[in-house]
Nanobody, 115 residues
């Protein structure tokens, strides 16, 4: 059974930082490109970042302005998203996603950026 469990969200002030984690199970983690998505209230889910199975290829959404860093630890089957210089518009539920198991989604983790 595929499971994706996101954690690390919370309330942070503008300019602050958070690190999200996603623990995966039920598939060969190292064999799958992984993605972070986010969905803000009233908006469609959007792609934030992608990392290849071995971590050698990474891409980010243009709107991030180099503020976020995606990484993975295949030994721990865990995906990370380091978020710096957070803005109120980064407020959203953040989800991880496995490219080889596209029908599965976790519950997400809420990130709220507010003073």
């Amino acid at each position: 059974q595929v499971m994706l469990v996101e954690s690390g969200g919370g309330l942070v002030q503008p300019g602050g930082s958070l690190t999200l984690s996603c623990t995966a199970s039920g598939f060969t983690f190292s064999g799958s490109p992984m993605k972070w998505y986010r969905q803000a209230p009233g908006k469609e889910r959007e792609l934030v970042a992608t990392i290849s199975g071995n971590g050698g290829a990474i891409s980010y959404a243009n709107f991030l302005e180099a503020r976020f860093t995606i990484s993975r630890d295949n030994a721990k089957s865990t995906l990370y998203l380091q978020m710096n210089s957070l803005k109120p518009e980064d407020t959203a539920v953040y989800y991880c996603h496995a490219a080889i198991r596209p029908n599965y989604w976790g519950r997400g983790t809420q990130v709220t950026v507010s003073s």
